[in-house]
């Protein structure tokens, strides 16, 4: 069975400061997508990696897979206020046509 | 762009109704979710299709059944909805050969 983990499920963090947001994951897969979901709204398409190795940047946010170590991570870089919001990690399971998510990480982002 | 949408942002219902949520995609997906998500739980598949009249269990269906009688739309019933089915649901389709899930709106529906 497909289990997927992210790390923090909180985090808190100052404007301008760096962090990164880890999503583990137990079984193989090539194909990990992240989401954004802001307080009472749907999950947003952030990110999608199709490959070890792949990574994707967008503004602030920087999304890489290793498929090896079966790990993706979310980096943030000099955080603004406006990247407040709960993101989500989503792995392809093999052979089927749904995702298993993570938990979800609550990033806050404080002036 | 891919758009789902649903058929309600806010519903209110009494225990013991019958609840209709309706969703809808207009990019010719094959695959089609719903979800319900609830604070420190995450996102929790409920049922999933992959075909017109197909249809899967997802993770925790009980109290929940589904429709899809044509490609675009896929129907979330509760059958007798319940106090502890107050949740945000959220629909998501997907194409056959690739699985990144787009996602409605969401209803946000509150049983007394």
């Known amino acids: 069975e497909l289990k997927v983990e992210q790390n923090p499920l909180f985090l808190s963090m100052q404007e301008g400061k760096n962090y990164t947001i880890y999503c583990n994951y137990s079984t193989t897969s090539d194909r990990l997508y992240w989401y954004r979901q802001d307080p009472g709204k749907s999950l947003e398409s952030l990110f999608v990696?199709?490959?070890?190795?792949a990574v994707k940047q967008e503004g602030r946010l920087m999304a890489s897979l290793d498929t090896k170590a079966r790990l993706s991570t979310l980096h943030i870089t000099a955080a603004v206020h406006d990247l407040s919001a709960t993101y989500f990690c989503?792995?392809?399971?093999?052979?089927?046509?749904?995702?298993?998510f993570g938990q979800g990480t609550r990033l806050t982002i404080n002036p | 762009d891919v758009k789902v949408t649903q058929s309600s942002r806010y519903l209110v219902k009494r225990t013991g109704e019958k609840v209709f949520l309706e969703c809808v995609q207009d990019?010719?997906?094959?695959?089609m979710f719903w979800y319900r998500q609830d604070p420190g739980l995450g996102l929790r598949l409920i049922y999933f299709s992959y075909d017109v009249k197909m249809k899967e269990k997802g993770d925790i269906p009980e109290g929940y059944s589904v429709s899809r009688e044509k490609k675009e739309r896929f129907s979330l019933i509760l059958e007798s909805a319940s106090t502890n089915q107050t949740s945000m649901y959220l629909c998501a389709s997907s194409s056959g050969s690739f699985n990144e899930q787009f996602f409605g709106p969401g209803t946000r529906l509150t049983v007394l």
């Open positions: 989503a792995v392809d399971m093999k052979g089927a046509q749904k995702l298993v």
């Open positions: 990019m010719d997906h094959e695959n």
């Open positions: 990696l199709l490959s070890n190795g």
